[in-house]
């Protein structure tokens, strides 16, 4: 029988709320993404991305109902082959159930069943973009947006830290543009070896709570990065 998941209960707030009223709500409740909705009707999901590009603007006075949330992706069956379906052919690191639950790919890869996944991690991570330590926020949230992806790696000959999206947005009543990435960057890095299996990679992120590892390289400035979404990738080719 499929496993179902069952998610977190919605946060939600009003329309009318502010851009900082959302970016507390996110810091406080340690998430990524709130729905917004009015009543039991909801309208739209302000994501992580909403948040960084609002900063990026200095945009943070603006109203909810005034920004282009990202469209609800809801779905009638929580089990997992309808969840990784549903986000991989709506490109969404979210899925709505029932109307009342949030289901997430961290909610995903951890219900999963990695014990007969055998790929080493060099078989789904990737090449990171990564920024040096006097990148501005600035400049991190564009490449952020453009090449849409919320983790890079900060290097300086070396992997020193990591900077996310996340990072970003519960920074929000402490920095500008101008602040440069070494202010806020996470220092300590979770990290893996190319030849690792995939199963041990996950458990080592579900322990450590984090969203991505980075694969060190022998290549003076590369790293190689693997993410959630790359998990969700690979689950979707086992239950096809």
């Known amino acids: 029988m499929s496993v179902q998941i069952s998610g977190s209960e919605i946060i939600s707030l009003d329309p009318n709320a502010y851009v ?44 909810l109902n005034e920004l282009k949330l990202k469209r609800p992706i809801f779905i009638e069956n929580n089990d997992v082959k309808s969840i990784v379906r549903t986000m991989i052919n709506e490109n969404s690191d979210f899925v709505i159930y029932g109307g009342k639950y949030i289901i997430t790919e961290k909610d995903v ?19 990171a973009i990564v920024v040096q330590p006097f990148t501005k926020i600035s ?7 453009k090449n849409n992806i919320r983790h890079l790696p900060v290097v300086n000959g070396i992997a ?3 900077i996310s999206a996340r990072d970003i947005a519960y920074s929000y009543d402490s920095i500008t543009g ?8 996470n220092v300590n890095l979770v990290t893996a070896d190319d030849n690792n299996e995939v199963n ?25 990065i ?15």
């Open 20 to 63: 900082t009223d959302a970016l507390y709500f996110m810091r406080r409740n340690n998430v990524r993404r709130i729905v917004v909705s009015n009543s039991n009707n909801i309208i739209g999901i302000f994501t992580i991305e909403n948040a960084i590009r609002q900063i990026l603007e200095n945009r943070l006075e603006v109203r």
């Open 109 to 127: 890869v951890r219900s999963f069943n990695w014990s007969s996944v055998k790929e080493n991690i060099e078989s789904i991570s990737k090449d």
């Open 139 to 145: 400049t991190c949230i564009e490449i952020m947006l």
């Open 160 to 162: 020193l830290g990591i």
């Open 178 to 185: 101008n602040t440069i990435v070494e202010k806020i960057m």
């Open 200 to 224: 041990e990679a996950v458990n080592l992120m579900m322990e450590r709570n984090v969203g991505s590892l980075i694969i060190k390289t022998s290549v003076k400035n590369k790293v190689k």
């Open 226 to 240: 693997l993410t959630n979404r790359d998990l969700i990738k690979l689950i979707f080719s086992y239950i096809l």
